[in-house]
């Protein structure tokens, strides 16, 4: 059988606390899971390991599988934790500081003690040179490396240096003096790694473009030495299909770019989530919907328009306040547009300085993990709140594959939270739950108040392994109507891995005045941009016959200093130059409630994106159970429902033995192998023909 021929693909996506796996069967359709602690100190451990263990509970071989697609947050953590490895900068002189001065911004402006994250380079291995490069690209000062080979020498035999970041004033315009140090660099340092910061994302503010370009160059030799232990642990367990890495924007990338540019993986895991909860909401004819992720270690939200998520270009890294922008790290690549939150299972409850409960941001992780995992963790977590609580059954945790300690998440609880406050531990545990609802409820709030959206008239696709256990509370205080639970829910990341296409996006910083702007000078740019970028998925194997491209760009009045996104009809000249004033308009309109005809226009940038064909587009998948069939209704434990005075005997349901029409009305537990759905009083729920369990809350 030839390898196009093998019938299977796995997707593995890795988060703080558990690692979930998904192995899809494309002849029938058949997707097959699987969940593993993370091992936190060797990621690719738990992916080799669990590999494995899914192909043998498939009955395959490795060597069957036709591609692996993985979703990683080992960019972010190396970032935030500064586990990156000892880096170098090199800088036009007299720009040396651009790092610490930043935006000249003060996130908070009451703040006596305002605090901000280091840069991952440290000043004293930052290294100016002599050059100038204007705003338009013309040469002011000749390229000159007086001295830096020496300086540089000394810096990495007692820094260790492995990598160096080479960031120009004005390189997004002419980058011929960064090529000229990275070619420098080649023929004395060829074990250094170099990222340019005109390669990496050459766009025109140099705080943001350097930033981006030193992250890139910090966790490049992390990645390389990740990537290199997966490649060896899947070849020798046989596997010989295709390795592709999850980037932030929603496309995947070859292990080669991901190895170029590791910086775009810094969102890598949860976008494939939103991904497959934009796919949902295609299926479910339900355009605008909130898709909340909620696993182990964060919670994650995102908008989906038009059944497309909404996309930028910067985010913030290692912030120093969770909910403050501004009080991070910019970093600017093409990223699906999420808000995340320290809240998941796993997330640490204490009393904090007022003396009342605090849940996260920190996580007890997979290791030690939450007091009922039994692996030597005593706080208590949020998990082990919602075991005290009844949500989760101590027996049937991942299928019955782990089981659960209650009596150690009631000691936690009971010891570090009750008596001190004097209440009692399911009141605790109580408290604890409420409180990452309301948290979670307040970040998405802020979220779409950003973004001018109305949440009551949106639906809810929750996932993740807490995440159906949470989302009727949270719908319930965002006054959300409808919650859609798939099949599967607890490995929806990994699921949307599988339905990811190959792609690259690349932004070019060029302005140029709309009214001078003629069709060939439109077709110039877009052609050199759109070769560089199609060249990129060429070497993934994609056909240019199977691509697809979608052309856009930022635009303002002249004169203004920030813009607009605008996306053009087409890569065709003439009818784009004849779309865009309109266009622009219209969304400047959108933006500030009003446009000025009379007013110049110019672009400054110009993107491109280019994408494969979707995996497996338009077709159903089925999830394969070993233990399908059977009654729905499975028994009755006591779960905790204030409304309903406490503790009530609660029915519980098998998700999987559930039928199409099937109803269910709160309060109920519906429980698959990876998750467990929690249905409060009032809420109404059926399985509708795509087997998504459908709930219609009762909100006030």
């Known amino acids: 059988m030839t390898q196009s021929a093998l019938p299977y693909r796995i997707g593995v996506d890795i988060g703080g606390t558990f690692t979930d796996f998904a192995l899809f069967d494309d002849r029938s359709r058949n997707i097959l899971t699987h ?21 043998q509970m498939a009955g395959i071989a490795v060597s069957e599988v036709a591609m692996v697609v993985h979703g990683t947050t080992l960019i972010t953590n190396a970032v935030i934790e500064r586990k990156g490895t000892p880096t170098a900068m090199i800088v036009t002189r007299g720009f040396r500081d651009v790092l610490d001065i930043g935006l000249e911004s003060r996130y908070d402006l009451f703040d006596l003690r305002i605090r901000f994250p280091s840069p991952v380079v440290p000043r004293h291995l930052r290294f100016e040179v002599d050059e100038r490069v204007k705003w338009d690209g013309t040469v002011l000062s000749a390229l000159a490396f007086d001295g830096l080979a020496e300086r540089l020498l000394a810096a990495i035999e007692r820094e260790h240096i492995a990598a160096v970041a080479v960031c120009l004033l004005h390189s997004y315009a002419n980058p ?104 949902h909401a295609r299926d479910l004819g339900m355009p605008q919907i909130l898709s909340f992720d909620m696993g182990g270690t964060t919670a994650k939200g995102c908008m989906i328009r038009d059944n497309v998520p909404l996309k930028r270009y910067e985010l913030e890294v290692a912030r120093v306040h969770e909910f403050k922008r501004g009080s991070g790290l910019p970093v600017k690549i093409p990223v699906i547009d999420m808000i995340e939150i320290g809240a998941g299972g796993g997330s640490l409850a204490q009393r904090d300085e007022r003396g009342v409960i605090g849940v996260g941001p920190h996580s007890a992780g997979a290791d030690p993990g939450p ?19 009844g949500y989760l059954d101590s027996a049937s945790f991942l299928g019955g594959r782990m089981q659960l300690d209650r009596a150690a998440a009631l000691d ?140 856009k760009v930022d635009m303002r009045y002249v004169g203004q200093g920030y813009e607009v996104e605008v996306a053009l009809p087409g890569t065709d000249g003439d009818h784009a130059l004849a779309a865009m004033p309109g266009a622009f308009a219209r969304e400047y309109a959108a933006v500030f409630g009003t446009s000025f005809a009379e007013w110049p226009v110019e672009v400054v940038a110009w993107k491109v994106e280019v994408t494969g064909p979707v995996p497996g587009e338009g077709t159903a998948y089925r999830l394969r159970h070993s233990n399908a069939g059977g009654p729905a209704l499975r028994g009755h434990r006591a779960a905790y429902f204030p409304e309903a005075g406490g503790s009530i005997d609660c029915p519980v349901y098998a998700r999987n033995a559930l039928a199409v029409n099937d109803r269910v009305n709160g309060p109920a537990l519906v429980e698959e192998a990876e998750s467990t759905c929690v249905l409060v009083p009032g809420d109404r729920a059926h399985i509708d023909p795509h087997r998504n369990l459908v709930i219609e809350i009762e909100t006030p």
């Open 35 to 55: 969940k593993v602690l993370t091992t936190p100190a060797d990621p690719a451990q738990a992916v080799i390991e669990g590999v494995a263990a899914l192909a």
């Open 412 to 551: 936690a609880i009971t010891r570090e939270i009750a008596l001190p406050l004097g209440v009692t531990s399911h009141q605790a545990a109580w408290g604890i739950h409420e409180v990452i609802n309301e948290d979670v409820a307040k970040a998405f709030r802020v979220h779409a108040s950003e973004r001018g959206v109305d949440y009551r008239r949106c639906s809810m696709v929750v996932f993740g392994g807490s995440g159906p256990v949470h989302g009727s509370r949270i719908a319930r205080k965002l006054r959300i109507p409808r919650l859609v639970c798939p099949a599967g829910a607890g490995v929806m990341s990994a699921f949307g891995l599988l339905a990811s296409p190959l792609g690259f996006e690349q932004v070019q910083s060029l302005r140029v005045d709309l009214a001078s702007l003629t069709a060939q000078r439109f077709a110039d740019i877009v052609s050199s941009l759109l070769e560089g970028v199609k060249a990129n998925v060429r070497q993934a194997g994609v056909t240019e016959a199977d691509c697809r491209v979608q052309l």
């Open 371 to 389: 007091a009922c995992y039994g692996r030597g963790g005593r706080k208590p977590t949020l998990t082990d709140a919602n075991l005290l609580l």
């Open 176 to 279: 011929t003096h960064e090529h000229a140090i990275a070619d420098w660099l080649a023929t004395r340092f060829p074990a250094l790694k170099v990222s340019l910061s005109s390669v990496v994302f050459p766009f025109m503010r140099e705080y943001q473009r350097w930033m981006s370009a030193c992250i890139n160059a910090y966790v490049q030799p992390v990645v390389d030495v990740y990537l290199d232990r997966l490649d060896r642990g899947l070849a020798g367990l046989g596997f010989r299909g295709s390795f592709l890495v999850m980037s932030s924007s929603g496309s995947t990338l070859t292990p080669e770019l991901a190895r170029r540019f590791p910086v775009r993986l810094l969102e890598s895991g949860p976008a494939a989530g939103a991904l497959m909860a934009a796919r």
